[in-house]
């Protein structure tokens, strides 16, 4: 099981983007999620988590970016707003399976990611 991030593009700075996850059900309904990202050289680094009520924020994306979750599509979304440039990464959804929600390795099913790419 893979969860498919999609959404990506090119969008200038300043712009939005909401990026879609599309979640089997059970892992869904049983799971918290997160977004991470990775810039090309970099390592991959966290953006957001959520569960059925708690929110986290990377500090980076903290007031711009905002997480939520489509209970009755199985779909977690990010939506960006004031893109900038360095939010330029490929863009992965992750089940969250314990422990530290800001590490990569406390998640799992990364699937292939959608590339955001911010530039004028």
């Known amino acids: 099981v893979q969860l498919q991030a999609s959404g990506g593009g090119l969008v200038q700075p300043g712009g939005s983007l909401r990026l879609s996850c599309e979640v089997p059900e059970y892992t869904f309904n049983n799971y918290a999620l997160g977004w991470f990202r990775q810039a090309p050289g970099k390592e991959r680094e966290f953006v957001a988590f959520?569960?059925?009520?708690?929110?986290y924020y990377a500090d980076s994306v903290k007031g711009r970016f905002t997480i939520s979750r489509d209970n009755a599509k199985n779909t977690v979304y990010l939506q960006m707003n004031n893109l900038k440039p360095e939010d330029t990464a490929v863009y992965y959804c992750?089940?969250?399976?314990?422990?530290?929600?800001?590490?990569?390795?406390?998640?799992?099913?990364w699937g292939q990611g959608t590339q955001v790419t911010v530039s004028s």
């Open positions: 959520i569960s059925w009520a708690l929110t």
């Open positions: 992750a089940r969250h399976n314990g422990g530290t929600y800001y590490v990569t390795g406390s998640y799992s099913y």
